[in-house]
């Protein structure tokens, strides 16, 4: 195993950042193995977090591929007791819920208490929530659909906790769509499609997630339809989730479309400025991540696409803060999210920044490339070549090249001085963060 793992390293230095390379893997020490097991010490819970969220599933597959067999990684912190931590013959992944009579499919943390409740999800949370409290009774269905990483999965998974808190003895099912046809396929296969039937038939509670993925399976189509009818006469809850609002799903029969549409019908839109904040906030403080507050309104305005991303970046902004031992600030954060960042900025171009820069200080883009040295020109000059170094990937010679034939050490020395004064002159910061943000969102 320590020569697979040696070798491994060696593929994966080529298939991971190198920033994350030397920070998170270069700093992982195998310390046990057993059968297939590979027990690997890391250096903080911050840093499994983060090497979980990314890259398990690449070490798992490289390793696997140096072995020539199924390999699995198990991370602990420093110092943890290997005992415990390293069952000898855990079949998979942990199930998701040991503390129950019943395997509920469920997945722990996805609770309503770290929800966080905004303008855009309010309708949905309220309805899940009258859900949680009389199932069967009101909405049934209930269809929540919604972009990806924006809390469906969270939402229902919530829905299921709180009925069972509240009604321990029913039997609640959560599972992927995925899941239920691979379910029926083996039982298809195995000729055991009476045991499948009355299994989801006795079910009071079937959460089923992206439903837009029974999107022309047509077995498994019919084979849901029947179940559907059989727990919704029997006033069993339903619960489903998709990305797409039912009429919009493809090659969906139309009796299910029909049915999907009796009950209650509620979206998930992304999550706005405030809310993006007070999710970063509540998940700071999950993770015992100390995150200042102008940093988590840089994160919330640089990555709104969806939920899923905030998390990750902050993760791995935590993750790093936490190896370096450094403090989160903005600099820090935009040094670690560079590329993340970078990719959202890339429709950003030395000309759209030129343009921007002429009007905010109202000058010419002539007057940017001309050899005029006056402070009025000079100054909005240096701006807009400090931006594009912040913004593009063009080089110091390029930058120059684009404004007006400038020696690469004239913009080199124009971002310090922009960078100086930005630091010194508050008003000066705030005239660039207005371009900043006036670039970002024509971006
Ligand atoms: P979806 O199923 O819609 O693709 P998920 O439910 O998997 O999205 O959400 C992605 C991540 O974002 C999860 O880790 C989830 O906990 C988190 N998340 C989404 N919305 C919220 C919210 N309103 N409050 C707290 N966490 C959220
Ligand atoms: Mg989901």
């Not at 912190?77 to 009579?101: H, I, M, N, T, Y």
């Not at 684009?402 to 080199?412: E, K, L, M, P, Q």
Request: one cysteine or more; glycine letters at 4%.
């Amino acid at each position: 195993m320590q020569q697979a793992w040696k070798r491994s390293l060696e593929i994966l230095r080529d298939r991971i950042e190198a920033q994350d390379y030397e920070n998170f893997i270069s700093r992982l020490h195998p310390v046990a193995a057993r059968d297939r097991n590979l027990l690997i010490e890391a250096p903080n819970r911050l840093a499994i977090d983060f090497i979980t969220q990314r890259y398990l599933n690449l070490m798992e597959e490289v390793l696997s591929q140096t072995v020539g067999a199924p390999v699995r990684v198990l991370l602990q912190p420093p110092g943890a007791a290997q005992q415990e931590l390293f069952p000898l013959s855990v079949p998979a992944r942990p199930p998701a819920d040991l503390s129950r009579k019943r395997p509920s499919g469920l997945i722990p943390k996805y609770t309503f208490a770290n929800f966080v409740v905004g303008a855009s999800n309010q309708f949905a949370h309220a309805a899940s929530k009258a859900v949680a409290n009389q199932p069967g009774d009101h909405y049934n269905p209930l269809f929540i659909y919604g972009g990806v990483g924006l809390g469906k999965t969270h939402l229902v998974n919530a829905i299921g906790h709180q009925i069972l808190d509240k009604y321990p003895e029913r039997r609640v099912l959560y599972l992927s769509s995925e899941s239920f046809m691979n379910e029926l396929i083996n039982a298809l296969r195995r000729d055991r499609m009476d045991e499948f039937k009355s299994r989801f038939r006795r079910i009071d509670v079937l959460i089923l997630d992206d439903v837009q993925f029974l999107a022309g399976r047509e077995r498994t189509q019919e084979e849901f339809f029947h179940t559907f009818n059989s727990l919704y006469e029997g006033h069993r809850q339903i619960v489903l989730t998709s990305d797409k609002f039912p009429k919009e799903i493809p090659d969906l029969e139309e009796r299910l479309r029909n049915r999907f549409e009796w009950g209650l019908i509620a979206d998930i839109q992304s999550p706005d400025m405030e809310t993006r904040v007070a999710i970063l906030q509540k998940k700071a403080e999950a993770e015992r991540i100390e995150l200042p507050h102008d940093v988590a309104l840089f994160l919330a305005a640089n990555i709104d696409s969806n939920v899923r991303e905030l998390e990750g970046s902050l993760t791995r902004l935590g993750a790093f803060a936490s190896l370096n031992k450094s403090e989160i600030t903005v600099d820090f954060t935009r040094q670690v999210l560079q590329n993340i960042l970078r990719e959202k900025d890339s429709t950003i171009t030395i000309e759209s920044i030129q343009k921007a820069v002429c009007e905010f200080f109202h000058v010419r883009p002539a007057d940017l490339r001309s050899k005029k040295r006056t402070r009025t020109i000079a100054v909005p000059r240096q701006v807009a070549m400090y931006l594009c170094r912040r913004y593009t990937q063009a080089s110091f010679p390029v930058i120059g090249d684009r404004f007006g034939g400038r020696d690469h050490s004239t913009v080199i020395h124009a971002t310090q001085v922009v960078d100086q004064r930005a630091k010194q002159d508050p008003t000066f910061r705030a005239t660039i963060e207005r371009l900043e943000r006036m670039l970002e969102s024509r971006g």
